[in-house]
């Protein structure tokens, strides 16, 4: 078991590094980015909002296909890749890039490296409820494919994929100022009212 985990750390540490060295150019722009889905300042919260809404609105606006849309996604992201290593340093001013500053970036990438460790390990738990479990696995594949159709039928697409983004950039915020927290031990005691009442009546 020991083995296993210290493999496991020593896996996480090494892929975390090489995280490191590709997002070397983009340390300064995560930083601030990392900022603003925390909610360093009140009115960061806004400012996403506001921003996620003027995007979604100009897609709405402009309807383009799903091609173009794909094409001037990829465009922007090699117009990115290209410029935001040269620009960074002039904007930001790379002498100014502190220990505490590289331990937040070391942070972020191990977090980036967990979430794709765990995406893995939940994508081989389906594959083995597949390989061991075939009826089960089919049932609740069908099941859930069944109920995002269902969803994605009653919800525009657009607006759909919208909600999903706000809730995605929001997500690290909440959590980082314990709203989630707040609300499941707001939803824990409501439920825990409603067995109670239940109980009593079955009393």
């Given at each position: 078991m020991a083995d296993g985990d210290n493999k496991s750390?020593?896996?996480?540490?090494?892929?975390?590094a090489q995280l490191e060295e590709q997002l070397q150019g983009w340390g300064e722009v995560i930083l601030a980015?990392?900022?603003v889905v925390r909610w360093e300042k009140p009115w960061f919260p806004g400012a996403l909002?506001?921003?996620?809404?003027?995007l979604f609105l100009m897609i709405y606006y402009l309807d383009p296909s799903v091609?173009?849309?794909?094409?001037?996604?990829?465009?922007?992201l090699c117009l990115a890749d290209y410029l935001v290593p040269t620009l960074a340093p002039r904007v930001f001013g790379s002498n100014k890039w502190t220990t505490e500053q590289q331990q937040?970036?070391?942070?972020?990438?191990?977090n980036l490296v967990k979430t794709?460790?765990?995406?893995?390990?939940?994508?081989?738990?389906?594959c083995t409820l597949k390989e061991e479990k075939p009826k089960m696995y089919f049932a609740s594949v069908i099941s859930s494919l069944l109920a995002v159709a269902w969803i994605g039928q009653q919800v525009h697409n657009l607006f759909l994929t919208y909600l999903i983004v706000s809730f995605l950039l929001l997500l690290p915020g909440m959590n980082q100022h314990g709203v989630l927290t707040k609300y499941a031990s707001m939803a824990k005691r409501e439920i825990n009212k409603l067995l109670k009442q239940k109980e009593k009546k079955n009393e």
């Open positions: 750390a020593n896996l996480l540490a090494q892929d975390t980015g990392d900022r909002m506001g921003g996620t809404t003027m091609l173009t849309g794909l094409s001037c996604a990829i465009m922007l937040r970036f070391h942070e972020i990438c191990g794709q460790h765990r995406t893995v390990g939940w994508w081989k738990r389906l």
